[in-house]
């Protein structure tokens, strides 16, 4: 994370089809199993050790934990019958086979990385490319199943907690000064959670006609623009209700360490409050790292899942609360 | 502090899902609630099926709606054109050369650009799958400028590496 736990995270993506083969959705079952065993073949030359896990041979509730840690889509799990999903030990890595298109490959790092994680994931790109004929058009570039990923493929975002320019209602304002750079951002706040988690994600919206390194730089450029504009809404927000603001994060972190029972998205709420406490200085942190781990570790079924049991709503919240109070207790203070 | 956002859509719903688009410097923010959020398309639930209604409401960025347009087929694949405008993806990548009329114009509107630069995976063909690829390039060329004597000598060069290393 950077320094100030404004960028959390940072993804690259790459979409690439094998040449001559209908893409996924159109796919028979005999050669969609080809196309796994072809992406997972070509892997054997990686640097790293890879596994592979069919999307038939996982439980509902592993599919749904990955989809919660952002390693794999909605998309992929109801989709193509032989769809998979291929990561490395550190699950940094994740290659979507048979999704929307043959090959999704991503790396994600925490932090402000887009750079690095370009970097790993063209390694990744190449190995793949060198035992694999891509469909690649000269003028169009790496044909995908749907235009919008035409040209590059490629997809690099940044995940942003921007809890002063939410709060400050001035989310909008800041994305027109960014416009010059195509981008769409989303917050996706998905079960459990919600609007006041203050996490968007930022993204180029152009394939076709940038290169890889102009579509980082754009992203980039934009990620620090708004990351300039977040600590002076901080600022800002700071200096119009000073009490109000600290009273209201001093009630959260008395929440999260005592609380009996959490559901996600008062949680989440919450830890954005303790999260900007930290920024102020208000509260110490001595491993925000560990918070971050605890955002994905409280999500449903990353819980059930090593709790090794399916909970009703009730339950998790009992399990959320005391996780939550443990590692807040631990590593945050007044 | 926080005052919950409500759904653009049907405005009773509490929004869960924020999107923002900045196209040729103009910012559209959308705040949705889930059920609306499903209704407006922006979760595939069967992969490819709920475009429709997304595109009805937004107007189709896959070309526009002619209705005198002739059905047509994907000669390699079989997939419609029909079916590309309603779900906005295509059947395999020759896709691109078969129904280029209606994709090239959407390109223009969604990417502003119809010509891709970065990079190429041919760097990673091997030495005679790369070389073979020249001859295509140079052959379909020599056939642009009518030069069949060239384009027929360069078809025979292709034939005997057929015979050895290509696929
Ligand atoms: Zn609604
Ligand atoms: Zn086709």
Redesign the pocket.
């Known amino acids: 994370m950077s320094e100030n736990g404004i960028v959390i995270s940072s993804r690259v993506r790459l979409a690439r089809n094998i040449a001559g083969l209908p893409f996924p959705s159109k796919l028979d079952s005999e050669r969609s199993l080809a196309v796994t065993q072809k992406v997972y073949g070509a892997l054997g030359k990686a640097r790293e050790h890879y596994s592979i896990i069919r999307i038939s041979d996982m439980s509902d509730l592993q599919g749904e934990a990955l989809k919660e840690m952002h390693l794999i889509s909605d998309d992929l799990l109801h989709g193509n019958k032989y769809a998979a999903a291929i990561m490395n030990k550190s699950n940094d890595v994740c290659i979507m086979v048979n999704e929307e298109d043959h090959i999704r490959e991503q790396c994600i790092l925490p932090g402000k990385k887009l750079r690095d994680a370009y970097v790993k994931i063209n390694e990744i790109d190449d190995i793949i490319s060198s035992s694999n004929k891509i469909a690649f058009d000269p003028r169009l570039g790496y044909l995908t199943s749907c235009p919008t990923n035409v040209g590059t493929g490629m997809r690099a975002s940044a995940l942003m907690f921007l809890p002063g320019l939410s709060l400050t209602n001035s989310l909008e304002r800041c994305m027109n000064a960014v416009s010059r750079f195509d981008l769409t951002v989303r917050g996706e706040y998905g079960e459990g959670t919600s609007s006041e988690s203050c996490l968007y994600q930022i993204s180029n919206q152009k394939t076709l006609g940038l290169s890889e390194s102009d579509i980082l730089a754009n992203v980039t450029a934009a990620v620090e623009q708004i990351e300039r504009n977040e600590i002076a809404a901080r600022k800002a927000l700071l200096a119009a209700n000073g009490t109000a603001l600290r009273d209201n994060i001093m009630r959260a972190y008395g929440i999260l360490s005592n609380a009996y029972a959490l559901s996600g998205k008062e949680f989440m709420q919450r830890m954005a409050l303790v999260k900007l406490g930290i920024y102020y200085e208000f509260l110490k942190c001595e491993d925000r790292d560990a918070l971050e781990k605890l955002i994905a570790d409280v999500k449903p079924a990353s819980m059930m899942l090593k709790a090794g049991k399916i909970m009703d709503g009730e339950e998790r919240d009992v399990c959320r609360a005391e996780k939550v109070s443990s590692v807040v207790g631990k590593v945050v203070s007044k | 502090m926080f005052n919950q956002r409500?759904?653009?859509?049907?405005?009773?719903?509490p929004?869960v899902y924020y999107m923002m688009n900045v196209i040729n410097g103009v910012a559209t923010e959308r705040y949705?609630?889930?059920?609306?959020?499903q209704?407006l398309g922006f979760v595939k639930k069967q992969p490819n099926l709920d475009f429709g209604g997304f595109f009805s409401a937004i107007g189709s960025p896959f070309g526009a709606y002619d209705a005198k347009e002739k059905h047509r087929v994907c000669p390699t694949c079989g997939y419609g054109s029909g079916e590309y405008r309603k779900t906005g993806f295509l059947g395999c990548p020759d896709c691109y050369e078969a129904f280029a009329d209606m994709i090239n114009p959407a390109l223009v509107r969604m990417q502003k650009d119809t010509k891709h630069v970065g990079k190429s995976p041919n760097e990673f063909y091997s030495p005679e799958e790369a070389k073979y690829n020249e001859l295509l390039r140079q052959r379909d060329e020599a056939v642009e400028k009518e030069d069949f004597a060239l384009a027929a000598k360069l078809t025979e060069e292709m034939k005997q590496m057929k015979g050895g290393e290509q696929k």
């Open positions: 409500l759904c653009d859509n049907c405005g009773k719903r929004a949705l609630c889930d059920e609306c959020k209704k």
